[in-house]
């Protein structure tokens, strides 16, 4: 890595490396900078990130958000106690100024501010178009805000006139049908943008370094990557700007702003570089999109495609990315899987921000990785079972001092993963059940496979600690979660199966096939998506009034169907349905808020439903060991976040035992 760890300037500011953390919500304390908040970014800090930019900073009670509310005086405060945080951490830190238009709704309850009345995607409401007097009150409220960046003792502010918040609707012609001074040309569309930083750089003075945040809109009628480098040509000639920060996309095609797993590294690049390319003379910040490495981010800036590189997901996934790079221990990094389960679906829900794979986000004060402190008195502990939560359990054991022994059954780690990844699309688990094995051999946990244990098997070991991850069985009985006395008849036919057995090989798929739905979530995706692309015709079928509902706010779900729909197999989707009778090559369904039943032809059928947990092991050894703990699919089958959180803490529970 030649580039990536020298300095830099943004006007006077000098930064000491090419690492920035783009702005992204946390939620911790909606509103607030909280303390919770402030050690997130000072975890980050000490790993040695250049610079980082504060969540959207809300302008005007006209735009709630869940980040923080910068609209009165009472923010200076809470800035300056974050900036006597992180200032000795040596990582800068910008606040990202944001009025969020149409796509917010107001702290009061009225429509929502916009140039024009068009709705965006998330909006329940039309806006009101913004009337003069307006405008003006929101660009001093932006002026009002850059003051106090200043007074807080930030280094420096970013107006975000990208992903199609305030700004951007004035921007673009989609959302912009003024026929007043602020509408028409791309002249006037800048006028609210170009206004607002005019006032901010005459607020803060000519040594405070001032950026934006620009993406291109990647929708018909929509403002394009081209149109938005002459807006950043524009700005810099007139010298407004001291950075440029490229990103992509828009809420009409949010999943190019979050790419998850289905993108490539990178895929943001096409708009951002364009963007970036037009400033002539400013440092050009870009965010490619899932990039995990600093290598990587390396090699954007030796090719010259920018001069500083964000990396968001991950390092909310391993906020100690810099530093085990650094040390030359880039191989320890844990891996971002850009499933987006933990981060985007629960922020777009309105939760405080987590990660799938890094269970103690939010909790950097407490429970860092970097605060476990060899045992004073090492444990035996053994952990049974080596899927996400066994090994979980393991590894933090094994950092904590532990003597660990792992034993699983199988002649792999990985548990249920190791089926999941055969799915089109699902790789990038794998990239974290690797992580861990690697780490817990590197830890020197004894590994034990094709070892199937009960509990005397345990017991032989004279454990002082037992952790139970056993996970679960797929389940065939035909009860279906909507009416669970009405059980589906024909479910013992030879051609029922588990989305497991599908995926593991163990069965031949038909031409037709039947994937039941009763999770709402990915394992009916995958085995719907593993069908289609053998060219299997797939009805599916489920319980939900949309698909995969619980899947929908990971960005995965239309990249998803647009798969199915491509084929080679034929989709087909029905919503609220029951499976009444399985027969052989096809099956009745009937809908559940209608009488009509309908035959589906099916020469397989998938049954994904809840798993049953395997807890067998766990009450066999009540009352015998000194410590005892269940964690993952084997408490209650769920997902991987809770797999893997379950299986941290449990481990960490041996330490306060
Ligand atoms: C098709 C599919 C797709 C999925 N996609 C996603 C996704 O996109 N996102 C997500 O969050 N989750 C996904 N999951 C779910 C996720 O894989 C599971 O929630 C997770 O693997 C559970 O981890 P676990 O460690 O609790 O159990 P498991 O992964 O089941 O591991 C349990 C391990 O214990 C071993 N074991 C059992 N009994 C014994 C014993 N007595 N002795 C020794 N070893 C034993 C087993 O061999 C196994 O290796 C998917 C699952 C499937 C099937
Ligand atoms: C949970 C979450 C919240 C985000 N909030 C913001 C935000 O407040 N402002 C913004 O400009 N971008 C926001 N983003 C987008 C990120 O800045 C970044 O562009 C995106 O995560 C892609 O980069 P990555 O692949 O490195 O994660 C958010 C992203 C995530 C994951």
Redo the contacts with the bound molecule.
Sequence with gaps: MQRIFEPIKLNTVEIRNRIFRAAHGTHFIPGKISDQLIAYHAERAKSGVGLSFLEIASVHPSSMCMGIHAWDDSIIADYERMMKTIRPLGMKVFQQIWHGGSVYPTTYGGASWSASDVATPFSTRRPRPMTKGEIEEIIAAYGETARRCVEGGLDGCEVQFGHGYLIHQFLSPLTNHRTDEYGGSLENRMRLGRSILRLVRATVGPDFPVGIRISDELTPGGINAEECAEVVRQLESEGLIDFVNGAQSTYFALENILPAMDKPMGSLLPSAATMVAAASNLPRLITPGRVRTLEEADQIIRDGTADMVSMVRAMIADPDLVRKTREGRAEQVRPCIS?N?GCVAAAAAGYPVGC?VNPVIGMEATHSETLITPAAKPQRVVV????????EAARIAATAGHRVTL????PN?????N??TR?PN?YT?GDYTTWQQAEIYRLGVDVRLN????ADDVLAETPDAVIV????LPRLDGIQTARPGAVARGVDKPHVVS??DL?SGAVTPGKSALVLDDLG???AV??AEFLVANGVDVTFATRFSSFAPSMEMTMRNDPALRRLLKGPGKFQLMTRMLLLEVRDGECDLQSLVGEAVETVPADTVVLVMTRDA?RD?YNDLDGKVAYRAI????ES???????IRE?HMAARGINAG
């Design positions: 499933c389960q799938t049974v079972g080596g899927g996400p939560a066994g090994m034993m699983e059954a199988s780690l990985g548990g249920l993963v089926v999941a799915a699902l688990l070892t199937y244990v009960e991850a056993t996970g679960g989305s497991v995926l979530h990915y394992e995958a085995a395997l092991l964690a993952g699919d084997a089958p769920g997902d991987l976040q809770l797999a299986g």
